[in-house]
């Protein structure tokens, strides 16, 4: 059953517009989510009222609401929703690349100690009582060293597969790293410096300013340029390093490239929010089980899903309880038995 | 000539692995490589794809120093079919048979119409196109060769490398791989693959390259080249190679005492 090239492209266009649609539907169900994520909260706004701030703020119409609504819509709420949507699309873009690059499942946007880094560095910082723009710094900072010291290591030593080396060496650094954690922890004062460090390590959007998000933005867009114009060639990748080469693929500038936007993508997100697990494990699996493996599909889908499951575990995380819950803590409660449900479902997805 | 090797020493880093290999390889033709275990054919083949450095001596693609060009340049010319394996992720047929076309696509440019034909293609010329929508991790072993074989294709190569392509296949996948293999060298393609089977060589091989310890143990046509004595030293059995009514070639069967 020979097929013509005109019914070939008749089925890729068919495909393409599949996804058209697919990623416009996605896009309003992340606009519903935003406009629910701007009325829900201890302070209830109505849609009405809601669309009052926005017609103001962004059509220049008369104002008509109370101006304690403006501030809570767009003085607390705002930063917070443009925060959720930009870490929780990072996180997710940076896990799909990793687990491609090491060809496991298990890996999240850690497995080259880039949080253990930013951790110890943010540590660090408030161990110092240093301020928050300096804890931040240290944390990128801290970041990007972990990553690039386990990267280091791995050109270093060329007796293995260059792929596993980087793993085993991230594993090694981390460890390190985190006992440095451990001990700061010890030494910290308990009243004080304890749940700060606590709180931070298990990351939250609470304290989150527009100019905070405005800072790291540049650094989140550099790292994520690389990560969607190679998107294609990250399937490529996830052939392993052998078979990537032999069908051309220049795997010693890809590599790098692709490591250096993925950990500069985490680095920046983690120095703003503190470490937030479980999102870069577990969105592109579950953007894998709706959309498959193909990376042209599944970076998009990671960062729309990603985004939109930030938002939702902070909508919950600042309005379920009278104490406001970690991230970290909610992003494993609510992914992993969804997760765990979309597993038993069996769509085809994973390794 | 298409490929041409000249007195090649290859090895992973300051382990040679073989050393004081020539041999050349025109246009259509089938070129089989046999070895014992640990021989080098692997080594050989990862240098003649340009994946390690050579260690001593020269190849030539086209005239060209094979190890001067660049990963595309030699991706464009030569196709490596690897031993069928799982994939880690369940990408369908299509999507693994245009990811041959990545040498003929700029770095961040994705594959188009006319990429997804070639895939297309490469599917019918196997008589596999009915495996296109299918997720790759779910077919047989035997299909999945074929669809890497079809990868290789959709690159439009000159030059075939396969590793083992009958390595863990049942008997008429094996034979059905072999036909295949014979069809493609028929429209021009060249073809070097390595087998552990002698009897293939004798199938489908216009000339064997027997490798030793690293060493170039024979070179010439197999019916001359494939001797009880050859056979003997490669992998140290008693073996009879006799030839039988309705076969064109001699087979090889080793005495077992």
């Known amino acids: 059953m020979s097929r013509g090239p005109a019914a070939v492209a008749g089925e890729v266009s068919a495909r393409r517009n599949l996804g058209l649609s697919a990623a416009i539907l996605s896009g309003l169900a992340l606009l519903a989510l935003i406009l629910a994520a701007l009325a829900i909260g201890k302070y209830p706004v109505s849609l009405a009222d809601l669309g009052g701030v926005l017609g103001h703020r962004l059509l220049g119409l008369p104002s008509r609401v109370p101006a304690a609504v403006e501030t809570v819509v767009l003085q607390v709420r705002l930063p917070r929703i443009v925060a959720a949507l930009v870490v929780g699309a990072a996180l997710s873009a940076a896990g799909a690349t990793y687990q491609g690059l090491f060809r496991n499942p298990l890996v999240s946007p850690d497995i080259l100690g880039v949080s253990a880094g930013a951790g110890l560095g943010a540590v660090l910082g408030i161990y110092l009582g240093l301020p928050v723009a300096a804890i931040q710094g240290l944390a990128f900072a801290g970041g990007l060293g972990a990553v690039a010291l386990v990267y280091g290591v791995g050109l270093a030593v060329r007796r293995h597969d260059p792929v596993l080396t980087l793993v085993l060496a991230g594993v090694a650094v981390g460890a390190v790293l985190g006992a440095g954690i451990s001990l700061l922890k010890v030494l910290a004062d308990p009243y004080n410096q304890l749940p700060a460090i606590t709180f931070w390590l298990l990351g939250s959007l609470s304290s989150v300013t527009l100019g905070d998000v405005a800072a790291i933005l540049p650094m989140m867009l550099l790292g994520l340029t690389p990560l969607v114009l190679l998107r294609w060639r990250m399937n490529l990748m996830s052939l392993g390093d052998e078979e990537a080469r032999a069908l051309g693929v220049e795997t010693r500038v890809l590599r790098p490239v692709l490591v250096a936007g993925a950990t500069l993508v985490t680095a920046a997100a983690v120095s703003m929010t503190g470490v937030i697990g479980w999102i870069g494990l577990i969105v592109p699996h579950i953007a894998r089980l709706l959309v498959g493996p193909d990376y042209r599909r599944l970076l998009p889908a990671s960062l729309i899903l990603g985004a939109g499951y930030l938002l939702t575990v902070d909508l919950i995380a600042r309005s379920a309880g009278t104490i406001e819950v970690p991230l970290g803590i909610l992003t494993a409660l609510v992914g992993a038995p969804f997760f765990l449900w979309l597993l038993a479902a069996g769509r085809r997805g994973l390794g | ?257």
Request: with cysteine; hydrophobic share 45%.
């Open chain 2, 1 to 257: 000539m298409l490929l041409r090797v000249e007195d090649l020493a290859f090895g992973y880093g300051n382990r040679i692995v073989g050393s004081g290999v020539s041999f050349g390889l025109e246009a259509g033709e089938i070129l089989c490589l046999l070895g014992p275990n640990g021989g080098g054919k692997t080594t050989l083949f990862k240098t003649l794809l340009g994946l390690l450095p050579a260690r001593a001596g020269r190849v030539h693609l086209d005239g060209a120093d094979l190890f001067t060009l660049s990963r595309t340049a030699v991706a464009r010319a030569i196709a490596y079919v690897p031993q069928a394996h799982a994939a880690f992720f369940p990408f369908t047929v299509r999507e693994v048979v245009v990811m041959g076309r990545a040498s003929r696509l700029g770095p961040f440019s994705a594959p188009g119409p006319a990429d997804e034909a070639a895939a297309e293609r490469a599917l019918e010329t196997l008589g596999i196109g009915h495996l296109s929508g299918k997720i790759y991790t779910e077919i047989s072993g035997g299909e999945r060769q074929l669809v890497l074989i079809a990868r290789a294709l959709s690159g439009e190569p000159r030059l075939l490398m396969m590793d083992e392509p009958t390595a863990s296949l049942d008997f008429g996948n094996q034979a059905r791989v072999l036909m295949q293999v014979r069809r493609l060298a028929r429209s021009g393609i060249a073809v070097m693959l390595s087998t552990h089977d002698p009897d293939h060589a004798l199938l489908c091989a216009d000339r064997v390259v027997a490798l030793q310890d690293g060493r170039l143990a024979a070179c010439g046509p197999p019916a001359e080249t494939i001797t009880p004595e050859l056979l003997r030293g490669l992998y140290g059995i008693d073996v009879v190679v006799t030839s039988v009514p309705g076969l064109a070639v001699p087979v090889c069967a080793p005495i077992l005492d």
